[in-house]
């Protein structure tokens, strides 16, 4: 195969051959690209909307979420977003996905955490990249591509119990803490149109580095493990307050 990429001038190294005796163009033309399986890779959005001059983030926070239209999670609410193209940067994707799913464009969106659970979707192994975007004023939105519709809900967090759990095995012994949460979105259209789900929040509390994990423990109405997604961007947006 070609080179992926039409410049190859910053990856030639010390420009010597490899231990085949391979310069860079000749292993490019014999690279196989499918010697590994490759994971599909998505951008989806966490797009929230406070009312002006409200600075307390534990509440009052409007958060867009579409309905899907197709497999899987059909009916349930989820992110706007979508699948990265082959040629396609992850922000750029982003962007391209929530102005298709919502009409939204123009947005300032950071980059917050990525998601690689093996047993996220049915369809393939899938990698999702997630982006946090906080808007000020009312925005319309409007649903297209693969949304039925495009809604603000109502959001809302609150903590069923913390526990301190211990993690013992041969390399590693050290105290992890447990928070489950309970979300509830509301649409504010329609106060009949609401979703809601558990999360168990697991994080070290006595070593230097922050090892963090979720997981859904139910869910009903809001996709894939999208309720995570919530809760770690709520969880960012607190300390940031």
């Known amino acids: 195969m070609s080179a992926f990429i039409s410049d190859i001038s910053n990856f030639l190294g010390n420009g010597k051959c490899n231990e085949e005796g391979k310069y860079l163009e000749k292993f490019l033309m ?22 002006e001059n ?18 899987p ?9 979508g699948f990265v193209e082959i040629h396609e940067d992850i922000d750029k994707a982003a962007a391209r996905e929530l102005l298709e799913e919502t009409g939204l464009s123009d947005i300032p969106m950071e980059q917050i955490y990525t998601f690689g659970k093996q047993d996220r979707d049915p369809r393939t192994r899938i990698v999702t990249v997630a982006y946090l975007a906080l808007l000020e004023s009312n925005q319309k939105v409007e649903a297209g591509d693969d949304a039925a519709e495009a809604e603000w809900f109502s959001v809302s967090i609150k903590k069923e119990f913390e526990e301190l759990l211990e993690e013992d095995n041969i390399i590693v ?69």
């Open 30 to 51: 014999e690279y196989d690209p499918n010697k590994y399986q490759n994971p599909s890779v998505t951008a989806d959005i966490l797009v929230f909307q406070k009312p």
């Open 54 to 71: 409200i600075y307390d983030l534990h509440k009052d926070l409007k958060l867009l979420l579409i309905q899907r239209k197709n497999h």
């Open 73 to 81: 999670c059909i009916g349930w609410w989820a992110l706007p977003g």
């Open 173 to 241: 012994k050290h105290k992890r803490k447990r928070e489950r949460y309970h979300i509830e979105v509301i649409c504010e259209k329609n106060h009949d149109i609401k979703a809601e789900a558990s999360v168990d929040y697991f994080c070290n509390v006595d070593t230097l580095l922050l090892q963090e994990d979720y997981e859904v423990i139910r869910s009903n109405g809001i996709a894939f493990d999208h309720p995570v997604f919530i809760l770690r961007a709520c969880q960012l947006l607190w300390k940031r307050m």
